[in-house]
């Protein structure tokens, strides 16, 4: 997966009377990892304002694999999967300290000309680090969770 990571502690709110972090937030967790994404390909609050753009998250398919708890460290990894003048294909992947896959996290991102408030193409400094990315993510297997579709299996 591509150099792009982020560390978070489980935190004592994010348990449930389940005893194991609630579901909406390990999509929280995924959706910390998407700002710091952006923060590592160049569109942080600087990026965004110099070059009048975001992204915004259009689809998202969220597995649960593992519980969590409370104080358990959870690193979430990146893999560009897809990408084009726009958009962003990527799969995000969380394991806990021991390094078992706790939750993985596809999802369709779509660049936005904020001046516009529309679609826009990636600003060109953008484009340079998402192709470095994406030439090392695409050397790796697309991951077993990827693509997949919600349903009852019937024999």
Wanted: hydrophobic residues 35%.
């Amino acid at each position: 997966m591509s150099t792009f990571k982020l560390e978070q502690d489980v935190l004592k709110e994010w348990v449930d009377y389940n005893g194991h972090m609630n579901d909406a937030e390990y999509a929280k967790v995924f959706s910390i990892a998407v700002d710091e994404f952006m923060n590592h390909i160049g569109l942080n609050e600087e990026g965004r304002e110099q070059y009048n753009y975001t992204i915004f998250t259009l689809e998202t398919h969220l597995c649960y694999l593992k519980e969590a708890h409370e104080g358990e460290k959870l690193i979430v990894r990146s893999q560009i999967l897809d990408l084009d003048q726009k958009r962003i294909h990527i799969f995000f992947k969380m394991e806990n300290d021991q390094g078992d896959v706790v939750a993985t996290s596809e999802q369709m991102l779509m660049g936005m000309d904020t001046t516009e408030g529309r679609p826009g193409a990636f600003p060109e400094a953008v484009v340079v680090e998402l192709e470095q990315m994406y030439v090392v993510d695409k050397e790796y297997e697309t991951p077993k969770q990827a693509g997949r579709t919600i349903g009852i299996k019937r024999k």
